[in-house]
């Protein structure tokens, strides 16, 4: 079965650099969240869109963007790398919103470095 | 904000011991969900709980909404080295999940 798909797997980046994820949801997901993980951390919520429309927001920095496109692949742009901006990025789709549907299929992740 | 607490952070246990992970929200949930990380791996959906009381089985593994919809226990029976891991809870506050710390599961065998 199709799963979640992001890229790129691994990335490494210096300082105020600026690093864009992509997420490819699975067939029929309308739903897309993004997480950040920290080494030995929750996942930590960043955004959520559903529809192509934002839907709600967390713990995203101003520096961060996100939006998620017609073909419901979502991209997370990432500005003035800063070095604790290192971590893995998930990306999780969903069916929709609402118990039963809002269950989260992730991703691999990408694994951001910043030196 | 929504806060989820997690106990205990970490748990070590000899295979064929049980195990509990607690989660405590700090408000009324409209649903509750546990994911399985494996180490370097991502969070794999487990189980959701919806209704207030609610216990539900998968073979070993015994989930627990508690009556006021603030808090979830997984109790896991015998565990097997195949459970190591670490155990989220998700809290889902109208579609914005907030994950608990997570409780690192290590099995000695």
């Known amino acids: 079965a199709a799963g979640v798909i992001q890229s790129p797997r691994h990335l490494i980046k210096e300082k105020r650099e600026t690093a864009t994820l992509k997420c490819y949801p699975i067939?029929?997901?309308?739903?897309v969240y993004w997480y950040q993980q920290g080494p030995g951390q929750d996942p930590q919520f960043l955004i959520s869109?559903?529809?192509?429309?934002?839907?709600d927001k967390g713990s995203i920095p101003d520096r961060f963007s996100a939006q998620q496109f017609s073909d419901y692949h979502s991209e997370l742009n990432m500005s003035s790398l800063e070095l604790g901006d290192s971590a893995l990025y998930f990306c999780?789709?969903?069916?929709?919103?609402?118990?039963?549907?809002?269950?989260?299929?992730f991703g691999a992740g990408s694994r951001l470095t910043v030196l | 904000g929504q806060q989820v607490m997690q106990i205990p952070q970490y748990q070590h246990v000899q295979e064929g011991e049980d195990f509990t992970t607690y989660c405590n929200s700090s408000?009324?949930?409209?649903?509750i969900q546990w994911y399985k990380q494996r180490p370097g791996g991502h969070p794999v959906f487990l189980i959701q709980?919806?209704?207030?009381?609610e216990v539900k089985k998968q073979k070993r593994l015994t989930f627990q909404f508690g009556e006021a919809k603030k808090n979830s226990s997984l109790h896991i029976t015998a565990t097997q080295t195949t459970d190591v891991g670490t155990y989220f809870c998700?809290?889902?506050?109208?579609?914005?999940?907030?994950f608990g710390s997570g409780t690192k599961l290590n099995v000695k065998p």
């Open positions: 999780a789709s969903s069916l929709g919103l609402g118990a039963g549907a809002n269950v989260l299929t």
């Open positions: 067939p029929r997901h309308d739903t």
């Open positions: 869109f559903y529809e192509k429309m934002q839907s």
């Open positions: 408000t009324t949930l409209s649903n």
């Open positions: 709980l919806v209704k207030s009381g």
């Open positions: 998700a809290a889902d506050n109208f579609n914005k999940f907030y």
